[in-house]
């Protein structure tokens, strides 16, 4: 079964500052890695997603994530955060097949200061 | 806006009762995935429909059903509620019934006193 571990349950940086947050997942084929998040009291948004090909994959609002399977890491970077990025991210993997839906990890919080 | 609508936005009930949330999945999407997020759970995957059929089964307790109509809508069934069942519930629809990006609603929170 496949699982997803976010290390980190809150994080804050400063307006401008860099920032990754990171994703560690566990199953035994090529997994199927996503980054979305969520601002208060609304839904989840797609960031971006891995499925196959290159390893370093842009989203939306300039996030970019690199799927390293060695380390089995699908960690979120942006070069230099806005005050809008305060947010809840989740990364999820899934699996190939049908009836197969989404596990989550338990999300990061950011927290942004000017 | 993701395309999927959910309602109610809020519900606020009493142990015991039952309630039915809705969902609208975006417009050529064939599957619908219903999610349960609370604080010491995180997302919880709970169960998944496509075209009408059910499709893969999470942890959905006993007390919870939920149906896909012809129309493609979803619903969720919450019976015999316990304060535990708290919790903001999300639906997502996705094309196919594989993997493929899921679209989330906005959710329903869902408060039982």
């Known amino acids: 079964a496949q699982s997803v571990t976010q290390p980190d349950i809150h994080i804050t940086v400063s307006e401008g500052a860099s920032l990754e947050l990171r994703c560690n997942y566990s199953?035994?084929?090529?997994?199927?890695l996503f980054w979305y998040v969520q601002s208060p009291g609304q839904g989840l948004q797609l960031l971006l997603k891995?499925?196959?090909?290159?390893?370093l994959v842009q989203g939306i609002k300039g996030f970019e994530a690199e799927f390293k399977r060695s380390q089995s890491s699908f960690n979120l970077r942006k070069p230099s955060v806005h005050w809008s990025d305060a947010a809840e991210y989740f990364c999820?993997?899934?699996?190939?097949?049908?009836?197969?839906?989404?596990?989550f990890g338990k999300g990061t919080r950011l927290s942004v200061i000017a | 806006d993701s395309g999927v609508t959910q309602t109610p936005k809020h519900l606020i009930t009493a142990t015991g009762q039952r309630v039915t949330l809705r969902c609208s999945p975006r417009?050529?999407?064939?599957?619908v995935y219903w999610y349960q997020q609370s604080l010491d759970q995180g997302l919880q995957f709970l169960i998944q429909?496509?075209?009408?059929?059910?499709?893969a089964k999470g942890n959905i307790l006993e007390r919870f059903s939920a149906q896909q109509f012809p129309d493609l809508h979803s619903e969720l069934n919450l019976s015999s509620l316990e304060l535990g069942d708290s919790a903001l519930y999300f639906c997502?629809?996705?094309?196919?019934?594989?993997?493929?990006?899921?679209?989330f609603g906005a959710g329903t929170r869902l408060s039982v006193l």
């Open positions: 997502a629809s996705s094309v196919g019934g594989s993997v493929d990006i899921q679209y």
């Open positions: 199953y035994g084929a090529t997994p199927y």
């Open positions: 891995y499925f196959s090909g290159d390893t």
């Open positions: 999820a993997v899934g699996a190939i097949g049908p009836g197969t839906p989404l596990v």
């Open positions: 417009s050529g999407d064939l599957s």
């Open positions: 429909y496509y075209n009408g059929e059910e499709r």
